[in-house]
């Protein structure tokens, strides 16, 4: 049963702190997403790429966010240094290739950053 | 891509359809409209999506207006694990970025 692997699953850590959270993607997927959730925002996309290129990065805050893929089978998101208002569910999601019009987003069950 | 708009909680009885409302009145003929949800503490999850026909898989069946302004979620017989907050979504086609609204609240009860 392939998934969306995510870790760490919580962490907690001082405002100051650098904090890097993980994501696999599923094997063969080659479009990854990162989202944001708080209880004021929702969901919100931070940034995707495709074929490990970054495609839009709109979303993220660029002083103190950076989102990499070192490799098709681990994205990286990085917040440095951390804030309190960066408390917040993030959830990485992967999609297939597609010959088509539509690719279906599978996401993993989140990282819960919580910033002292 | 078009907005949508959704009721913000709706409640079911278990065993009963539940029948999921969501406008979309700006749609142009190239979007979709996709259905995910979200259950407590998961992230979210496919459901069904549809351009112009109705759909149906194994979760849920959709209804689409024939001007595609607006379209009906239907899960023809919810459980309590059906529990969940509903997106619907309305994006062209392959590759972009799911925007997500408030979605509506489905409480499933006993």
């Known amino acids: 049963d392939a998934r969306v692997t995510q870790t760490p699953r919580h962490k907690v850590t001082e405002m100051g702190q650098e904090v890097t959270m993980r994501c696999q993607p599923i094997?063969?997927?080659?479009?990854v997403f990162w989202y944001r959730q708080t209880m004021m925002q929702g969901l919100e996309l931070l940034a995707y790429?495709?074929?490990?290129?970054?495609?839009?990065d709109s979303g993220m805050p660029k002083d103190r966010f950076s989102a990499e893929m070192p490799d098709a089978t681990l994205a990286t998101l990085k917040i440095q240094p951390s804030e309190p208002r960066d408390s917040a569910v993030y959830f990485c999601?992967?999609?297939?290739?597609?010959?088509?019009?539509?690719?279906?987003?599978?996401f993993g069950p989140g990282t819960r950053l919580t910033v002292l | 891509d078009a907005k949508t708009t959704q009721p913000t909680s709706m409640d079911c009885a278990e065993g009963r359809a539940a029948n999921l409302p969501c406008n979309h009145s700006?749609?142009?003929?190239?979007?979709?409209v996709y259905w995910y949800r979200q259950i407590h503490s998961q992230g979210p999850q496919y459901i069904i999506h549809?351009?112009?026909n109705n759909e149906t898989n194994e979760m849920a069946s959709l209804i689409i207006t024939e001007d595609r302004k607006s379209s009906t979620l239907i899960l023809p017989h919810a459980t309590l694990r059906d529990t969940a907050v509903y997106y619907c979504?309305?994006?062209?086609?392959?590759?972009?970025?799911?925007?997500f609204g408030a979605g509506t609240i489905l409480r499933v009860k006993s």
């Open positions: 094997l063969g997927h080659n479009t």
């Open positions: 999601a992967s999609a297939p290739p597609s010959g088509g019009t539509y690719n279906e987003q599978f």
């Open positions: 790429f495709r074929n490990r290129a970054p495609l839009d």
């Open positions: 700006t749609i142009s003929g190239n979007e979709y």
């Open positions: 549809g351009l112009k």
């Open positions: 979504i309305v994006r062209k086609g392959y590759g972009n970025k799911l925007v």
